[in-house]
């Protein structure tokens, strides 16, 4: 039987504007989600706004999957987390993000990175 892929935690730091560090990330979540991992979503900076209702970006790379595809499934799973911290500076409250989003703090990247086996990778 094969083993189980390792859980991920990806940390994306940035937005529209480092769109293809952006897209690479939420590319390799995907990715790592399709092939059946455990995925984590922990939004911080700029980033947040993939969290948010109707201000999404749109990153308009060529030959990149729209971002807005690749942040659907992780959504859906529940497995985005906005930081605190970068939801209060830009004013934002857990009644602006898309349905199976949420907000904490750093505590909580913390301790979902510090499980056995889990692979954090920051963006």
């Not at 706004?49 to 971002?67: I, M, S, Y």
């Not at 799973?77 to 906005?82: D, E, F, H, K, T």
């Not at 993000?97 to 907000?103: A, Y």
Request: aromatic share 4%.
């Amino acid at each position: 039987m094969p083993e189980s892929p390792r859980p991920l935690m990806v940390k994306i730091t940035c937005g529209a504007e480092a769109a293809e560090r952006a897209n690479q990330a939420w590319t390799v979540a995907a990715t790592a989600l399709a092939a059946g991992a455990e995925v984590g979503v922990f939004l911080t900076g700029e980033a947040v706004w993939f969290a948010v209702r109707d201000a999404q970006p749109d990153l308009g790379l060529e030959h990149a999957t729209p971002v807005a595809d690749l942040v659907a499934p992780l959504v859906d799973l529940g497995a985005v987390v906005v930081c605190t911290q970068c939801a209060a500076r830009r004013e934002l409250t857990q009644a602006d993000l898309l349905d199976g989003c949420t907000i904490a703090g750093a505590a909580t990247f913390v301790e979902r990175v510090l499980q056995p086996d889990v692979q954090a990778l920051v963006y």
